[in-house]
């Protein structure tokens, strides 16, 4: 099947459904964004939100690079890597990561980084093909309770 891949670069009733179905297929906690909130994402310039189409047209996956500068460089992350359950193997996350790959080295970044929970064994099995190498850091959260 082939994907395009762009940068959403406007709020569609489209875009929004499609996140309400990608979403909880990668996270059972998280609730779909809502309009307001795909727009603070579109409009952000931290962020550029991918989209990835099949031949049809159709939204069936989706990616958010996050680009920020820091007093050490520009740093650059990929989160919520999405593709639909029905079209996974497709090629679609291969075709968001390496737009998003590009992306970040046209912005100036050096580096991207990535996580990923040991139990997603595909989608890390992706990454390492891609050529992200793991890291030997520690990861830390703090919950706000939000």
Known sequence: MPVTVEVA?????ELVDALALLVPQLSSSSAPPTRAQVA??????ATRLLVAR?????????LTLVLFRIPTGLRAWIEDVMVDQDV????????????????AAESGAKTVDLT??????????????IGFVPRETNVYRFD???
């Open 116 to 129: 990923s929970r040991p139990s997603r064994e595909a989608a890390n099995r992706l990454y390492q093909k």
């Open 40 to 45: 603070e994402i579109v409009d952000s310039p």
């Open 9 to 13: 670069g406007e709020v569609t009733d």
């Open 54 to 62: 099949d031949d049809s047209g159709r939204i069936v996956g989706s």
């Open 88 to 103: 996974r193997r497709s090629g679609a996350a291969t075709a968001l990561n390496r737009h998003a790959l590009d992306l």
């Open 144 to 146: 706000l309770g939000g």
